[in-house]
């Protein structure tokens, strides 16, 4: 459902992750056309409709894979609890270790297995996190853009595969961020969401995300494949075994620990 999964499943095997998507305030007024409107409004309709943006919280569970010279790694298995719209908490298992990692709006804390230390995000790990969070199919479809003042502009069609086309629009932000998101031309689901970010050399690195799999939970379509790839190159994949909205979360499991050994026992 939420693309941010991904970069938090990626930056926990880095041991960097964090959150920042608080509006700003003075924000310029944004800026959209009525043909990417469109596109988004059928989008919307695509995934559930009112369904869809009645969504409060998520919970959901799945694997995690890396891709190394074009081979699948052994996946690594996740809980993710998510309640809209900047609350977020991560918990992630595989290779004898457990890591946790959560977001609460401009803050967040990460819990690392083998040092067995909890420590606040950095201030370059939460850009990294609102990149991902810019990136997102719930920004583009739920407008949470619009508080930061983007301007949403249509591109075109682009070729999809055998006769398929896809419609493209783009996200441009006042700091000259941009990102375009696909919808298949036919039903208007979410294809693919595409961007450019600095790698950890400075290096500016074109960013793909591709969803696939799209299965009902109730009236709500969401895809249970995100495929990520870095310059061309496929370098993750997520893999959705369960997804469950609306659920109860308590405001607890977002707050900082004090004590690691008493959160390394509750998630046994």
Known sequence: MRKTLYTVLTALLLLSTASTFAAQDSKPAPKSDAKAEEIIRKAVEAVGGAAYLDVRTIVSRGYFSQY????????????????????ERTEFKGGGTRMVQTNTGETGWVYEGQSKKITDVTPAQAEDFRTAMRTSLDNILRGWWRKEGASLAYVGRREAGLAMRNEAVRLTYPDGFEVEFEFGAREFLPAKALYKKKNAEGETVEEEDRYAQFLYIGSVRVPFVVDHYRAGTQSSRVNFD????????????FAKPIDPKALLKSLK
């Open 68 to 87: 190394h010279e074009g081979r699948q790694l052994p996946p690594l298995t996740f809980t993710d609890y998510l309640a809209f719209p900047d609350r």
């Open 242 to 253: 369960k997804v469950e909205f609306n659920v109860a979360i308590p405001d607890a499991l």
